[in-house]
């Protein structure tokens, strides 16, 4: 999966001319947490709400209102924006995208293509668009866990087994098992009751129960 895939398309931007006033309003009526800053069509920087709340004045200042609207209005972006953006291309996988957000420990990714912001790649984007489809976040069903099932051949007598009571699989992953250099099979089914199901795995000699959503 390309970054293409899940990233949101129609960015919202602000010139480094912006006041800072007018980039909260801009924030604040979208609902975001940044926002790319572009200049005759290139990035420059990146502004977040972080940004904003530590450019306003502190409430012990001895100026008065006036004073701060007056200070305040003739601030701008420019001054407060971060610079150096860490951004990918949208032919970046977004396997790859998310191991760059974490080492540079940034919440968003603008992505860029021929020097033009083309879309933004969120933490947001990653939960609902990948992480909530793959582990089935939000869907009906049940889920299993079958310890030590995690390896192909296992995994293949289990998945065998699912298909003989004619189940349908709507998501299936693996984790760390608590045994050394094994792991666990997830499986996400169409079933309300997996009950039978575990049964019969309990039969072939797999140790299986059922783990609730979120767990």
Request: aromatic share 4%; glycine share 6%.
């Amino acid at each position: 999966m390309l970054v293409r895939d899940v990233m949101t398309s129609n960015v919202v931007t602000i010139p480094s001319s912006t006041p800072v006033l007018e980039a909260e309003r801009i924030l604040e009526f979208h609902r975001f947490e940044r926002l790319p800053v572009v200049d005759k069509g290139k990035l420059v920087g990146i502004v977040t709400k972080d940004d904003l709340l530590k450019a306003s004045p502190s409430p012990a200042t001895s100026l008065s209102r006036g004073e701060l609207l007056y200070l305040l209005a003739k601030l701008t972006v420019k001054e407060i924006m971060k610079k150096k953006v860490v951004t990918v291309s949208p032919d970046t996988t977004v396997e790859q995208a998310t191991a760059i957000a974490q080492v540079n420990r940034v919440g968003c990714l603008p992505v860029v293509e021929n020097d033009r912001v083309v879309g933004i790649l969120t933490t947001n984007d990653i939960f609902y668009k990948v992480l909530n489809p793959l582990f089935g976040i939000g869907e009906k069903g049940s889920r299993i866990i079958v310890y030590g099932a995690g390896e192909a051949e296992p995994m293949q007598k289990v998945i065998e087994q699912v298909n003989k009571l004619g189940l349908g699989i709507k998501a299936a992953y693996t984790v760390a098992s608590s045994e050394a250099e094994k792991k666990d099979l997830i499986l996400h089914l169409d079933a309300d009751n997996p009950s039978e199901l575990i049964l019969q795995l309990k039969d072939l000699g797999f140790s299986a129960e059922p783990r609730a959503f979120g767990a």
